[in-house]
């Protein structure tokens, strides 16, 4: 009985690791806010190179704190090129904008080295989260940390923010996961 069921696992996890439990990469495919005038300013960021690296510079027009401001976050998801985005289990509730800074800043800061890549302080809790003018220099988005388990295909992330309750502005960005091989 014991050695059966041993067998029994050493197969679901040798199914596991032949159904997509490979690396992959992330690239950049696209991203924008929805409102222009909004408090973070992203409108002169490009993506530059073969590569498509994220680089120039965001402002943060006013600090960020728990009295006003609150964050949320979604992710959608699409095999294909068409625009049939499903939204993903994961997400973001609304939570005060410091709390989520706190809590959700380790998935965001792996990706830009800080004092090299960004001058951001993405590395450590903030709060408010100060305004300013930040560099953002050639990043590109990095897998080690996603979970080996997703989907491949188009994955779509999408920032809402909200003062005082009322939404006031998305920032979305698209990418692209695909096996390396
Ligand atoms: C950017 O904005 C347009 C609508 O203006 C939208 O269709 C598009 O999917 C948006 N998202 C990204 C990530 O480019
Ligand atoms: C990248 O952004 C920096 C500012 O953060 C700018 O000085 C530099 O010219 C940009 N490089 C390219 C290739 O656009
Ligand atoms: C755009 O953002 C600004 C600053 O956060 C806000 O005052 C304004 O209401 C927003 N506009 C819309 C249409 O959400």
New binding site residues.
Partial sequence: MFKLSLCLLFLVFAVGLCFNYKPYTVSI????Q?NETGVFDTTTLRLIGRERLVNGTVELKEDMDDSHWSFAGELYFNPTENNNFKRMAFNIPLTPICKAFKNYRKYFSKHAEYGKQTNFPMHMDVCPVPKGTYYLKNIHLNSDNFPLMLQRGYM?GQGLFYYDGVHVGTY???TILEDVD
């Fill in positions: 495919v696209s991203f924008n929805s779509l979305s960005i698209c």
